[in-house]
């Protein structure tokens, strides 16, 4: 029985070491593979979703980077339009996480589109993190706190290149907390620690409690790994002590880093489980080879089981569990039915590490295609070109239209787009900027022209691109944009072209003219002003125009200017300009301000125009009008003396007793034709004198119905000649006006003279009177020939007068009208004109301030006529003109003067020392000296000097007043009335009246 035990347990043990050894051996290595498999597993898993929201980050950073690269590339930049800089770009990024900010090279602040265009901006830091990245290097800031915002902030920046040169820093700025969605991503198992660090180690964002610990640094440990490796796993704590395996990868080319750090407890999960199930299963081995040694055949059953079992948990089977009927088969059945449960589970947890990372990478597709997306709507291509294989990647469909290929065709690498794409013209240079790019480390930037295969249009394009070293040195790759700017460069030329042709319009007109920016610095002269002034571009630049400015007028302009300026209002003034021989000459100067689409100044255009012909032709004028008024004086002057002795004798004929009706018709006609004659030449000189602003009138409340009547009275004898019917209508009362009583009496008449000459004989004339809103208003209407509407436009004008017949009946030299619009205009009236039309008569309407009532009204005072009877007066006519003195003296002496008459002032003075004379009438132009030089000699003689009158033909104002200066009683002008000769020196009194006059 021993024996036969001893072979039992022999051939138990040998079964269990050909059967159950094996089969826990088999299930150890299992346990072993799983364990290392479930270990590389879950590292693998960490680090591709690690590595996956790394590319998140990227692509996050990328996309601010391309807007950036986009904006930099805009012709705003270029031109220094910084405002139509910010308004686009306030369009790209208008959200409040993404802000663009516009520096210069010294890191001030110049455009922010977070605030308006114009507002005070500070220096900005991020040109400290370029010295290390190179100036033509894209640099991702670290994380800093925004001023404006309040936040915690990065930016991603851009030099602005222009002609090899970086001009500008273009920088999109963001909120940091617009990263926290990244690692706040709901598919991280819970307990997962998830943060993004900048490439100083501080925490950018984090998904557990952000707001303690964003911005604070990272471990020191995880810094010293971040410092030596790209991507690494490793076991370490976090900020707050607590145990993890962390895994970590770096952004290329950022800095930046994602870091996922897992608890240890569920790191080391599945190996527990999977030490725990070795131990078990060793102590299990023991058991089963004590319970084989000491049990006989019977175990044999429960060890197959054993095996069955061991088999099942290596190829993953589910595990029988029914009772052997040995509680220690039964235990050790049931353990490799745990252990087969959590494999299994093991299995399903690396599963769904699988689903999680292609979840991930369908996230990452996802997040390319909005990359694409973005950067078609921005018309950049974007590339990677490996220049060792030539081989390149489009990471859009932009290429593809830029270039003008199929699809079909795949990417063009450096070697086949210099070939078949780029014009052979441009193909050196665009090696020689790409040669110096890989040489030197330094961005790719080139313009040039490619003929398209699609449709062999010849384009511009533009490439910039940024060159990445690997450790060694060599090139590792080139990542850059493509851009369309055919329009950008059609735009240009056309800009060019139209300065061309504006600067050669400015250099061909005659005027002297340049340009200034909006604070009045001159920053451009047309040829002219050069060939003028004889100055250089370098004196003339800015303020330098002052010294070709007369120093009088200086000051005078520059105030003008400087208050142009400050205004923006236009400027135009005359003042003198000094030319290149030395003399100045005066110039009409114009300057005009130049805006943009908004409204802003941006510059001034200025015109200088040679005015010293004007001046010259006003001087002529001027001097040509002195000659007009001067022959004009004399001509009066030389008519009116003959016309004087042949108004006396056509008197004379009139007083003389004659039978002979003939001579008493003859004197009337001549007398009427002596009157029209000097009322034209009174015509002639009122017409210069109020043309000429010298016309002065003496005012005095006067009624205007009594000077209606007086004007009446001159008329009325045409009137009735012609039998023409007079109509009034003159109101309920008296209309007094403010004006002289003389000429508002010689406008009345003019008019109804006007309408009594262009009526036919029997007509009707009507005059009207009407007062309304403070203003007299006399309408003078007639039935005559009326007037065209072509010479109503011009009936005022001086010499304007209707068709006439043959006979020229109606006489006058058109001035009537002229005088009669002066005189209604210097008493502060107007005058109109009306008529439907030849043939259907005419309307003249003046219209009169009413004069404002008086407070106290004085009665009128009648001057006391002096009455002489039985006294002879004698009076002394000096006239060179024997006629004109003759017939006076021959009309005075049959009027009942003692009359004598001197030729000369000689004559004169000789025959008062013989004679004594009441009355002196004196001509004014005398040949041996002036009728005011003989006054002077009359009244030095003494006592008994007789009353002076002068009668000249000179009758202007000037002519009155130096006629009562040299001590004359009364001015007359020939040919005067004979019935006022008469009264005047009938009222002049007896030599001792005289004297008491002179006084």
């Known amino acids: 029985m021993l024996r036969a035990n001893s072979t039992v347990r022999r051939s138990l043990v040998v079964l269990v070491a050909t059967a159950v050894l094996p089969t826990l051996i088999a299930a150890v290595a299992a346990l072993l593979y799983a364990y290392k498999e479930e270990q590389a597993s879950f590292q693998r898993g960490l680090t591709e979703t690690t590595r996956a929201l790394a590319q998140v980050v990227e692509r996050e950073i990328a996309r601010r980077e391309a807007i950036a690269l986009t ?176 895994t970590f990868s770096k952004l290329p080319g950022y800095g930046w880093a994602m870091l996922i750090g897992v608890p240890l407890s569920t790191a080391d999960a599945p190996i527990k489980v999977v030490m725990a199930f070795g131990a078990m299963a060793a102590l299990l081995l023991m058991l089963t080879v004590l319970a084989a040694l000491g049990t006989g055949r019977r175990l044999l059953k429960p060890v197959q089981r054993l095996k069955e079992a061991s088999q099942a948990v290596g190829s993953g089977r589910i595990i029988d569990a029914a009772p052997t009927g040995l509680a220690e088969t039964d235990q050790i059945l049931a353990s490799l039915q745990e252990a087969n449960r959590r494999i299994n589970i093991a299995n399903e947890s690396l599963k769904a590490r699988r689903q999680e990372a292609e979840a991930a990478a369908e996230a990452l597709r996802k997040s390319n295609e909005r990359v694409q997306l973005s950067t078609n709507a921005s018309g950049l291509g974007l590339f990677t070109w490996d220049p060792v294989s030539d081989s390149v990647t489009w990471h859009n469909d932009r290429p593809y239209d830029i270039f003008g290929i199929a699809r079909a065709d795949g990417p063009v690498g450096a070697r086949r787009f210099i070939s078949e794409l780029l014009l052979p013209a441009d193909a050196p240079a665009f090696a020689h900027y790409l040669e110096q790019s890989l040489k030197g480390d330094m961005p790719f930037s080139f313009e040039g022209r490619i003929q398209r295969p699609i449709d062999r249009e010849v384009r511009w394009v533009e490439f910039t691109g940024q060159v990445e070293k690997a450790e060694d040195g060599s090139t590792v790759r080139v990542v850059g944009t493509a851009a369309d700017i055919t329009l950008r460069k059609k735009t240009a030329d056309a800009l060019r072209e139209s300065e061309a042709r504006l600067l050669q319009l400015a250099n061909t007109i005659p005027n002297l003219a340049w340009m200034a920016d909006a604070d009045g610095w001159i920053t451009w002269y047309n040829d002219r002003w050069y060939e003028y002034t004889g100055t250089t571009p370098a004196e003339m630049e800015g303020w330098g125009w002052q010294k070709v400015h007369d120093p009088a007028s200086l000051p005078a302009v520059m105030q003008r200017w400087g208050d142009s300026i400050r205004t923006g209002q236009s400027f135009e003034m005359t003042f003198p300009l000094l030319g290149k021989d030395g003399i100045y000459r005066p110039f009409f100067t114009r300057v005009a301000p130049l805006r943009d689409a908004t409204g802003t100044l941006v510059q001034w255009f200025g015109t200088n125009t040679d005015v010293s012909p004007l001046k010259k032709a006003e001087d002529e004028l001027r001097r040509a009008d002195r000659r007009k008024d001067e022959f004009l004086a004399m001509l ?205 008569g005419s309307r003249f309407e003046v219209e009169l301030p009413l004069a404002a009532p008086e407070r106290e009204v004085s009665p009128v005072q009648e001057k006391a006529t002096v009455q002489r009877q039985g006294e002879v007066l004698a009076v002394l006519i000096v006239d060179d003109n024997a006629d004109a003195a003759e017939t006076l003296s021959a009309l005075l002496n049959g009027a009942g003067f003692r009359a004598r008459c001197a030729y000369t002032a000689g004559e004169a003075l000789a025959l008062m020392e013989r004679e004594r004379f009441d009355i002196a009438v004196l001509d004014i132009g005398l040949p041996d000296m002036s009728g005011y030089e003989l006054a002077a000699s009359i009244r030095e003689a003494g006592p008994g000097t007789p009353v002076l009158i002068a009668l000249s033909g000179y009758g202007q104002r000037e002519d009155r007043q130096a006629s009562t200066h040299a001590g004359f009683a009364l001015h007359l002008v020939k040919p005067v009335e004979p019935e006022v000769l008469i009264a005047a020196l009938s009222a002049a009194g007896p030599p001792a009246r005289a004297e008491g006059r002179q006084s």
């Not at 030299?813 to 209604?824: I, N, R």
């Open 636 to 840: 009066a002057h030389e008519l009116r003396n003959p016309l004087a002795p042949i108004r006396t004798a056509a008197e004379l004929l009139h007083r003389l007793d004659s039978a002979e009706p003939g001579v008493a018709r003859a004197s009337k006609i001549i007398a009427r034709q002596v009157g029209h004659m000097a009322g034209l030449l009174d015509d002639l000189l009122d017409v210069s004198r109020v043309t000429r602003g010298l016309m002065i009138l003496e005012k005095e409340r006067v009624d205007l119905l009594t000077v209606i009547t007086s004007a009446i009275e001159q008329v009325k004898p045409l009137i009735e000649a012609r039998k023409h019917q007079l109509s009034l209508d003159l109101g309920t009362g008296p209309l007094h006006v403010l004006a002289s009583p003389l000429r508002l009496t010689q406008i009345f008449a003019n008019l109804l003279d006007n309408a009594a000459k262009y009526s036919a004989l029997g007509g009707n004339i009507g005059i009207e009177v009407r007062a309304s809103e403070g203003r007299a208003r006399v309408a003078v209407t007639d039935a005559g020939i009326g007037i065209s509407p072509t010479l109503l436009q011009h009936v005022f004008e001086p010499f304007t007068q209707a068709e006439r017949g043959s006979d020229r009946s109606e006489g006058g030299l058109g001035l009537g009208l002229a005088v009669v619009k002066g005189l209604v205009e210097l008493q502060g009236g107007c005058v109109s004109a009306h008529s439907a039309g030849l043939g259907m």
């Open 71 to 246: 904006l930099s590339g805009l012709p705003a930049l270029s031109h220094g339009d910084l405002r139509a800089f910010h308004e686009y770009a306030s369009r790209i990024a208008p959200t409040r996480d993404k802000v663009v900010v516009l520096q210069d090279l010294e890191g001030q602040q110049l455009v922010n589109t977070r605030l308006p265009f114009g507002s005070a901006l500070p220096k900005s830091n991020l040109n400290t993190e370029r010295e290390d990245a190179g100036p033509f290097s894209t640099v991702v800031s670290n994380l800093y706190f925004a001023p404006v915002g309040k936040q915690h902030s990065f930016a991603v920046q851009v030099p602005v290149v222009r002609e090899g040169k970086a001009i500008y820093y273009l920088s999109v700025a963001g909120f940091a907390s617009a990263l926290q969605s990244i690692v706040e991503d709901p598919r991280l198992p819970e307990g997962w620690i998830a943060s993004i660090l900048d490439a100083k180690g501080l925490i950018v964002a984090r998904n557990k409690a952000p707001e303690r610990f964003v911005g604070n640094p990272t471990s020191d440990r995880l810094a010293a790994q971040l410092s030596r490796r790209r991507e690494g796993i490793f076991e370490s704590t976090t900020i707050d002590g607590a145990p993890i395996l962390a």
